[in-house]
């Protein structure tokens, strides 16, 4: 049946481009009726009893209808994504300027989706929370997740991100503690500041992050009016195999909006899903949210003129050294038809890039390449990428078959079914063409376990401080303050030290906060004590 059901709510198989249809081929096979059935198909004449002997009686262990419904439900939810389980998504597209501010976008990037002016990519998009759980209220200090899947000609391309331009550690190694440091306790199960911060204050370069975090900019006001950004740094590579390093931020079209903790408390007060309801509520009136997407671009050295280096995610590149050049925008017109087949089941990876897009050398972004598909393996299944949302909208030629849950071995014309290893010489599956010259970078290093120069770790945190509004400030130094009060004086010490080196101003009010003084020098580590 097309069309609505008569509740408003629309029926299956009007999804566009097939993401969250009805599949095709059931549809085709028998009239599409409203009649219940389970899920082997058979008619439910009744949905409303258990079969049982007699109106009094035992329950019958051949009651097929009912034990297939109640094993089913208890099977109904999956594990929940470790980090930004909360979310809520929606499709749309993602439309190419065909240049590169000014410049010819081949000189940098072969990638097709960019090349030409009007080109349409339809994409999906997931925001999220990060810390707690999947119904947590939307209203929390946190960063927000912004993980993009464009579905290219050339196979998928997922652009994972947050709203907050920079990221609190800079080594893979670091994020399981990291994150246990904001999770809940282990003992009492609450978050506790002063877990946060005795985490933080081993770690001078999370303060650029923090500066951010503990502000307005840690509550964004809803999904739509926030930006986006990859954090890390990626490459670009054009035919000649020639590759630059890149920064991608998404600027919203409606501007950008944060609450202060008594804004977001009001709006957590009674709704704690007006995120997600906003969303849902601006695509469905046809009010559709917007992002233009900018790069930043940067020749691939060690750069060591700046102040930073360009592989460290806790630092910005300076707009005023490296502006922002709009290559395309990004509009989301249709909300999903069904939340968990895809904005639970969606899977997003930063190791998932297409031909003239490359990984650079950040070690915060090689960790997370083995991360994402590992932790879905697990959290989806083995075959996550049969699933339609996941699943590239081009033909997937592949010998990686089988497994749990396997539906789909499509083979293109002519292949020949018997051959699932190649090379072959009976018309198996053959290696693609190179779309232009290898990026082939080169090394002569020793192996080591060494930090990356953080070079100035508290000069971006001082001037995102400067930046600040008044009312940001004083927000920030109350947020501060407050999740700082129950943790020891050594980490508040080590705390205010760590302001105090950002911007002297910054560490005093945090210190008179606190109503204790600014240390004269700084606190030494823990481990030394
Ligand atoms: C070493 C650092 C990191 C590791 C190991 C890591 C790992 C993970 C894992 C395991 C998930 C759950 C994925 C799933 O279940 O599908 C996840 C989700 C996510 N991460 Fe990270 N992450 C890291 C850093 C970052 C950074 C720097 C950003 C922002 C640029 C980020 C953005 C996201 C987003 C947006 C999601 C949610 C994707 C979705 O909506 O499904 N992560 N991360």
Known sequence: MNGSNG?????????????????????????????????????????????????RGPTTLENYQFLEKITHFDRERIPERVVHARGAGAHGFFEAYGAVGDESISKYTRAKLFQEKGKLTPVFVRFSSVIHGGHSPETLRDPRGFAVKFYTEDGNWDLVGNNLKVFFIRDAIKFPDMVHSLKPDPVTN???????????????????????????WGIPANYREMQGSGVNTYKWVNTAGEGVLVKYHWEPKAGVRNLSQPQAEAIQGKNFNHATQDLYDAIERGDYPEWELCVQIMSDDEHLELDFDPLDPTKLWPQEEFPFLPVGRMVLDRNPQNYFAEVEQVAFGTGVLVDGLDFSDDKLLQGRTFSYSDTQRYRVGTNYLQLPINAPKKHVATNQRDGQMTFAVDLPKGANPHVNYEPSSMDGLVEAVPAGKDHTPEYNAKLVRQSLDGRN???????????????????????????????????????????????????????EGLGVSVPSTEPIPTEAV
């Open 457 to 511: 770790e508290y000069g971006q945190a001082g001037d995102r401080w400067r930046q600040h509004e008044d009312w940001e400030k004083d927000d920030l130094i109350n947020n501060l303050v407050d999740n700082l009060s129950g943790a020891t004086r050594y980490v508040q010490d080590r705390m205010i030290w760590h302001f105090s080196q950002c911007d002297p101003e910054y560490g005093r009010r945090v210190a």
């Open 7 to 55: 509740n408003g709510i629309p029926a299956t198989g009007q999804a566009v481009n097939g993401i969250g249809s009805a599949d095709d081929t059931r549809v085709a096979e028998g009239e599409q009726s409203q009649t219940l059935t389970t899920r082997q198909g058979h008619p439910v004449t009744n949905n409303q009893n258990m079969r049982t002997v007699g109106s």
């Open 190 to 216: 609450r978050q506790e500041g002063a877990r946060i911060f005795d985490f933080m204050s081993h770690h001078p370069e999370s303060m650029h992050m923090l500066t951010f975090l503990f502000s307005p």
